[in-house]
């Protein structure tokens, strides 16, 4: 059996990309004030972006939250797919993230529908139950996936039934398989897959990926009726 190369998958990547997500002015920017600010790439890619637009899309969701802004790449994606008066909430630890993250959500027109909000995750989430936030029709985790298992904890509090909870990075480029006492992200992955798996709320699937952002997978679950 023939193996693809790394370049081979990135080169798949780049062809999908270019058919069904091809970045416009707003995204290449918003890309670019994140190098400018040094941030990490470890944005989603562009047809990963598209994948979160177009779940938001079939679950027409009216409300969506977001665990992990980073610059607001993914932020500005699952935005776009929301009706004229669909609301999102992020949240981001990093202050200097959310600063890029606001300045990008103002550049692309979406600040009526976004709210970036700065903080540890464990500490803001309890606010937006105590604030009528709740309930959201979509939730997507990508944040430390040390506290993978808390978020989902909160999201099963947050989101109604029939709501998609979708999570990044959750393989670890294999890792879960066997993870390391070393390795706290592989560590929370694993432990986060199996809630999953085995929580009746849930019906749940994991989709490996492969390609430009390396290798990993992204968790589709479903929360019961």
Do not use: C
Request: charged content about 25%; hydrophobic content about 50%; glycine content about 8%.
């Amino acid at each position: 059996m023939n193996m693809m190369t790394g370049d081979r998958f990135t080169r798949v990547d780049d062809y999908i990309d270019a058919l069904f997500a091809p970045e416009d002015a707003v995204l290449s920017a918003a890309q670019g004030r994140a190098r400018a600010a040094g941030l990490p790439d470890i944005q989603v890619s562009a047809n990963q972006g598209k994948l979160l637009y177009l779940f938001a899309k079939l679950v027409g969701a009216r409300h969506v939250l977001e665990i992990g802004t980073l610059a607001g790449y993914s932020t500005i994606w699952l935005a776009r797919a929301l009706p004229e008066d669909g609301r999102l909430i992020t949240l981001e630890l990093d202050p200097d993230h959310a600063r890029v993250a606001r300045d990008n959500v103002a550049a692309a027109g979406l600040v009526p529908k976004i709210t970036v909000v700065t903080g540890p995750a464990l500490e803001t989430l309890p606010t937006l139950e105590g604030a009528g936030a709740a309930p959201f029709d979509l939730v997507f985790l990508d944040a430390d996936k040390v506290n993978f298992p808390s978020y989902l904890d909160w999201a099963l509090k947050l989101a109604r039934p029939g709501a998609l909870i979708l999570a990044d990075n959750v393989i670890r480029e294999g890792k879960v398989l066997n993870p390391d006492d070393d390795d706290p992200s592989a560590l929370g992955a694993a432990a986060f897959n199996r809630q999953i798996a085995r929580n009746p709320q849930l019906e749940a699937v994991i989709l490996q990926q492969v390609g430009i952002k390396g290798h990993d997978g992204l968790a589709i679950a479903r929360i019961r009726d």
